[in-house]
């Protein structure tokens, strides 16, 4: 299975209730949010605060899916190794707070 395919597994297994265009912006937004935060300082609060409110929208195993789909993105651009390794892209599950998210690791 190509990349491209398995990411699209990993953001539709991600639906339920919502439409898929739903779940990839989410996924975009919280990717960029966490990769800005990780190299920029200024506006991290506002960032962060953000992250968490778009990922306190999804559980554990589905932030775990998007960690996995965001790994095969940087992979296919040739930025991961043949090891495969989740980046950090974890919140709080569904009506959880999180302190703060773990940010992706560059």
């Known amino acids: 299975m190509t990349h491209y395919h398995r990411i699209v597994s990993l953001l539709t297994a991600n639906t339920g209730a919502r439409r898929i265009a739903d779940v990839f912006e989410d996924f975009v937004e919280m990717a960029a949010l966490a990769i800005r935060n990780a190299v920029d300082r200024a506006g991290r609060a506002r960032r962060e605060e953000q992250y968490l409110l778009t990922a306190g929208r999804y559980t554990r195993e589905q932030l775990d899916r998007f960690a996995e789909a965001l790994a095969l993105v940087v992979e296919a651009m040739g930025g991961g190794s043949r090891r495969r390794t989740r980046p950090p ?6 009506g959880q707070q999180a302190s703060r998210p773990v940010l992706l690791a560059l």
């Open 89 to 94: 892209l974890h919140g709080a599950g569904a």
